[in-house]
């Protein structure tokens, strides 16, 4: 079992980023999938999540008017997290998690899941 995170670097404000997370030894659909940052000094936080197929609530989440977006494809078995107009909040790394869950993926935190990618760095600056 493996994810595998991609797409992050160092970008200019309001530039925008799509991060990739690649699952092997597992279907995604079967999973509560999640992205989480963790700033410089700070604990891991939830950005959003896509619930297993089983929920039956798409496979796309938004945000903060769309600026935000995390989805998931079936096919490639790989979820993606958005973000556009970007700005120094946004600096931290980020994470990418998938667990069973028996409510909806809001209502967990970091320390609850059990798989998680590796990190990838993503850095707002001018």
């Known amino acids: 079992v493996r994810l595998v995170e991609s797409g992050g670097g160092s970008v200019q404000p309001g530039e925008s980023l799509r991060l990739s997370c690649a699952a092997s030894g597992l279907r995604l659909i079967s999973y509560h999938n999640t992205w989480f940052r963790q700033a410089p000094g700070k604990e891991r936080e939830l950005i959003g999540c896509?619930?297993?197929?089983?929920?039956?609530?798409?496979a796309t989440y938004s945000v903060d008017s769309g600026r935000i977006t995390i989805s998931r494809d079936s096919y490639k078995n790989t979820m993606y997290l958005q973000m556009n107009a970007l700005n120094a909040e946004n600096t931290g790394v980020y994470y990418c998690?998938?667990?069973?869950?028996?409510?909806?993926?809001?209502?967990?935190?970091?320390?609850?899941?059990?798989?998680w990618g590796q990190g990838t760095q993503v850095t707002v600056s001018s």
């Open positions: 998690a998938v667990e069973h869950f028996a409510l909806s993926c809001k209502n967990y935190r970091a320390s609850e899941y059990g798989t």
């Open positions: 896509v619930n297993s197929e089983t929920r039956g609530d798409g």
